[in-house]
């Protein structure tokens, strides 16, 4: 089984800055592609950025592009979200996912595993 395993997400003030990492293990090896995806209260869940494990190519969400930056490090197996300019709408769950299938995508349909997810808060 693959397993995902998110950690830094936590309590921030208005144009402060937070990253958030993902660990990945098991069948999680064999994903395409990484991809952090956000949900807060009353939403639908949305895609925020994805990164391919080789090559690294990225595609982020309108909302983030700019102010966040998806990053990976294949030797730890472990994905990263470096979050900047942090706005009080940016406060939601942050789940982290991967994707078996060769396309870098932004539709959650498309990733095979999740984890458990992290709570990013942004103070106004």
């Known amino acids: 089984q693959g397993q995902l395993v998110e950690s830094g997400g936590g309590l921030v003030q208005a144009g402060g800055s937070l990253s958030v990492s993902c660990a990945a293990s098991?069948?999680?090896?064999?994903?395409?592609?990484m991809g952090w995806f956000r949900q807060a209260p009353g939403k639908e869940r949305e895609f925020v950025a994805a990164i391919k494990w080789s090559g690294g190519g990225t595609y982020y969400g309108n909302s983030v592009k700019g102010r966040f930056t998806i990053s990976r490090d294949y030797a730890k197996n472990t994905v990263y979200l470096q979050m900047n300019s942090l706005k009080p709408e940016d406060t939601a769950v942050y789940y982290c996912a991967a994707a078996t299938r060769p396309r870098l995508s932004s539709s959650w349909s498309d990733y095979d595993y999740w984890g458990q997810g992290t709570q990013v808060t942004v103070s106004s």
């Open positions: 098991g069948r999680t090896f064999s994903s395409y592609a």
